[in-house]
């Protein structure tokens, strides 16, 4: 309990440095436009959070986000169980998997923005960079399911249906959330990269491209600061679920 | 019946079967008594058809048969009681299966256990859920390999009643394996001497009846001294 208390005195300590080290910083240079004090930009969030505006502009990323997430999810678990029973099928898809990991995923969004209409390039890129840390998550899990437990199951004639529901599922549970856990991260930071590159009617990365355009540095902070909490919202959720367990 | 017929195996570089024969009826208990590595576990896998014989061949009477492993093996996300139904037949009418996986958890004396997941279980503990799912399902024939290795005596003396009981009561043929003397007299009606690799029989004997299989009795003397002699001179 001693370390605990210990930790988030030390915690709350190191954020109001670096919340004072901001303001001297802000005072110093005197200039909004090129930092602006952390009061300003607190006060900026709670506008923007207490009007409508700003709220359409989340839940459009939100559905972006979460759209493109869910279709690497869906694909991700399926091929990751292929992947994960047949070696051949993994050799197959890993030159594909390795690329998209090391092309910069700007450049993916520009070609995205050639290919595709503005609204979808958002939803096109979270799905090809969650996809890979999925996939891959779960291939990991099919490989280490126990396989004692298959051999017992395999004595008692279970079903391959009841293997997969019963043995191999549950196993891979952990690894799943894991890699949902990374991919969710990654689609936050790739969603808005997309947005300010694509700039859809609606959305936190349009905000900042715009914020950005008009030198409003003290808005570009601010829908910054919002897409860190809708992160953290998120990670939080998945902790929800993973005690749940 | 089990019989091996010319039964080949080789693992790696090493030949664990040569040309090996054993025929085994289906009733009372066998035991497969050799050292360790001698090979009788790849014998027991063959019987079970997780293994393959290369040359030779093996007939099972049966498809219907259930396997205590030395580790327990339970789904460590189901409860005791789910990991019990796991053997049964997903078809099978719910209020059945309900009544069955109860029946062995009285058994098995795991009453108010029922509800709990394998790692708040105790070793002993897991082991007896693991025989309640292999008498679930009724199967006439019990393989087993080493079940009670890694238990100390307080644990595994009534496990040995249980199983013995279960096994009786239910009309179940059973092949053990084992190399610990001590229970193969508690539990063999027939015991089988191996050595090995390759696998090779050395003896065939009968046990001792089922009322004078106590420790301190003579029968259980007399036969302990048998093998152990037989064991120190093969």
Not at chain 2, 22 to 47: D, F, H, R, W, Y
Not at chain 2, 74 to 100: G, Q, S, Y
Not at chain 2, 107 to 122: A, C, I, K, M, T
Request: a neutral charge.
């Amino acid at each position: 309990m001693k370390s605990e208390s210990k930790r988030i005195t030390t915690t709350i300590l190191s954020l109001a440095l670096y919340l004072g080290l901001w303001k001297i910083l802000s005072v110093v240079i005197g200039r909004s436009i090129i930092l602006p004090p952390p009061e300003e930009v607190l006060l900026q969030t709670l506008r923007f959070l207490s009007g409508r505006e700003a709220w359409g502009k989340i839940l459009s990323t939100t559905l972006r986000g979460l759209g493109g997430f869910s279709i690497s999810l869906i694909l991700g678990v399926l091929t990751g169980l292929a992947a994960g029973k047949s070696p051949v099928f993994r050799w197959f898809s890993n030159p594909f998997l390795i690329s998209i990991r090391s092309i910069p995923v700007l450049s993916l969004i520009l070609l995205a923005v050639i290919w595709f209409p503005t609204e979808l390039v958002p939803v096109f890129i979270c799905f090809l960079i969650a996809y890979p840390v999925i996939t891959s998550a779960v291939a990991a899990g099919v490989a280490a399911v126990d396989r004692d437990l298959l051999e017992m199951a395999a004595v008692y004639r279970k079903s391959r249906r009841s293997v997969l529901l019963e043995i191999t599922l549950p196993s891979l549970y952990p690894y799943l959330l894991n890699g949902v856990s990374t991919g969710l991260g990654l689609t936050w930071k790739s969603v808005v990269a997309a947005e300010v590159l694509s700039m859809p009617a609606s959305g936190l990365g349009t905000a900042m491209q715009t914020a950005q355009l008009q030198l409003d540095t003290a808005h570009l902070f601010s829908w910054t600061l919002i897409v860190v909490l809708l992160a953290s919202v998120s990670e939080a959720l998945l902790r929800l679920l993973e005690r749940k367990r | 019946m089990i019989r091996f017929t010319d039964c080949s195996f080789d693992f790696g570089p090493l030949t664990i079967m040569d040309h090996f024969s054993l025929e085994i009826q289906e009733k009372g208990t066998t035991v497969l008594l050799g050292p360790s590595g001698c090979g009788k576990t790849t014998l027991l896998n063959m019987a079970a058809s997780l293994l393959a014989p290369a040359e030779g061949l093996m007939e099972r009477s049966t498809d219907d048969l259930s396997y205590l492993f030395q580790k327990p093996r339970l789904l460590p996300w189901k409860t005791v009681e789910e990991n019990i139904a796991f053997a049964l037949d997903e078809k099978m009418d719910r209020d059945e299966m309900r009544e069955r996986c109860g029946d062995l958890i009285r058994h098995v004396g795991l009453e108010g256990f029922e509800q709990y997941r394998p790692s708040r279980l105790s070793g002993g503990m897991e082991q007896r859920t693991a025989i309640a799912r292999a008498f679930v399902s009724e199967s006439p024939l019990l393989l087993m390999d080493e079940p009670f290795k890694g238990l100390d005596l307080k644990l595994k003396m009534p496990l040995i009643g249980m199983l013995n009981e279960l096994l009786h009561s239910r009309r179940t043929a059973a092949v053990l394996v084992t190399h610990d003397v001590r229970e193969a007299i508690l539990m063999g009606d027939r015991i089988v001497f191996l050595d090995g690799p390759p696998l090779r029989l050395m003896d065939d004997m009968e046990g001792i009846p089922r009322q004078e299989r106590d420790t301190a009795s003579r029968a259980f003397y007399e036969l302990e001294k048998k093998l152990y002699n037989l064991i120190l001179h093969s």
